[in-house]
Protein backbone atom coordinates (compact mmCIF):
# COMPACT_ATOMS: atom_id res chain seq x y z
CA UNK A 1 0.00 0.00 0.00
CA UNK A 2 1.02 3.93 -0.17
CA UNK A 3 3.49 4.87 2.66
CA UNK A 4 2.56 8.07 4.25
CA UNK A 5 5.80 9.29 6.02
CA UNK A 6 5.60 11.24 9.56
CA UNK A 7 5.22 14.54 10.58
CA UNK A 8 8.25 15.57 12.25
CA UNK A 9 7.83 19.09 11.93
CA UNK A 10 8.13 20.56 15.85
CA UNK A 11 5.71 20.68 18.41
CA UNK A 12 4.30 23.20 20.21
CA UNK A 13 7.09 22.70 22.54
CA UNK A 14 10.14 22.94 19.64
CA UNK A 15 10.76 18.95 19.52
CA UNK A 16 10.47 17.14 16.28
CA UNK A 17 7.85 15.12 16.43
CA UNK A 18 7.58 15.36 19.67
CA UNK A 19 10.85 13.53 20.34
CA UNK A 20 13.72 14.81 22.91
CA UNK A 21 17.04 14.95 21.66
CA UNK A 22 17.79 11.29 22.94
CA UNK A 23 14.82 9.69 21.28
CA UNK A 24 15.33 11.22 17.53
CA UNK A 25 19.18 10.17 18.35
CA UNK A 26 17.50 6.13 19.28
CA UNK A 27 14.92 6.74 16.17
CA UNK A 28 17.92 7.54 13.90
CA UNK A 29 20.19 4.26 14.92
CA UNK A 30 17.55 1.76 15.46
CA UNK A 31 14.83 2.31 13.24
CA UNK A 32 12.28 1.91 16.48
CA UNK A 33 10.15 4.68 16.64
CA UNK A 34 8.04 4.74 20.39
CA UNK A 35 4.77 6.33 18.38
CA UNK A 36 4.82 2.99 15.93
CA UNK A 37 1.73 1.15 16.13
CA UNK A 38 2.49 -2.49 16.78
CA UNK A 39 0.69 -4.20 13.78
CA UNK A 40 3.00 -2.80 11.30
CA UNK A 41 6.35 -4.04 13.11
CA UNK A 42 8.83 -2.91 14.55
CA UNK A 43 10.97 -1.14 12.82
CA UNK A 44 10.71 2.04 10.56
CA UNK A 45 10.56 0.55 6.90
CA UNK A 46 10.64 3.78 4.30
CA UNK A 47 13.48 6.01 6.47
CA UNK A 48 16.71 4.76 5.47
CA UNK A 49 17.82 4.51 9.16
CA UNK A 50 20.48 1.61 8.41
CA UNK A 51 22.54 4.41 7.14
CA UNK A 52 21.16 7.21 9.31
CA UNK A 53 22.35 4.72 12.15
CA UNK A 54 26.22 5.57 11.17
CA UNK A 55 25.83 9.30 11.17
CA UNK A 56 28.22 10.99 13.61
CA UNK A 57 26.89 12.47 16.84
CA UNK A 58 28.09 16.03 15.59
CA UNK A 59 25.26 15.50 12.26
CA UNK A 60 22.58 14.10 14.26
CA UNK A 61 22.57 16.79 16.70
CA UNK A 62 22.42 19.14 13.32
CA UNK A 63 19.25 17.64 11.47
CA UNK A 64 17.57 18.21 15.10
CA UNK A 65 18.24 21.38 15.41
CA UNK A 66 17.37 22.07 11.84
CA UNK A 67 13.92 20.36 12.53
CA UNK A 68 13.63 22.31 15.65
CA UNK A 69 14.04 25.34 13.26
CA UNK A 70 11.50 24.87 10.60
CA UNK A 71 7.48 26.05 11.14
CA UNK A 72 5.38 23.19 12.50
CA UNK A 73 2.66 21.31 10.01
CA UNK A 74 -0.25 19.98 12.05
CA UNK A 75 -1.57 16.08 11.22
CA UNK A 76 -4.60 16.01 9.13
CA UNK A 77 -5.56 13.03 10.91
Known amino acids: GPFISANITPD ?3 RPHGL ?3 EFRNVMRTGHD ?3 HPQ ?3 LL ?3 PWPVYSHMIE ?3 RAVYE ?3 SIPSIENDN
Open 58 to 60: RDL
Open 34 to 36: PDR
Open 66 to 68: FLR
Open 12 to 14: ENG
Open 40 to 42: LGP
Open 20 to 22: TYG
Open 45 to 47: QVM
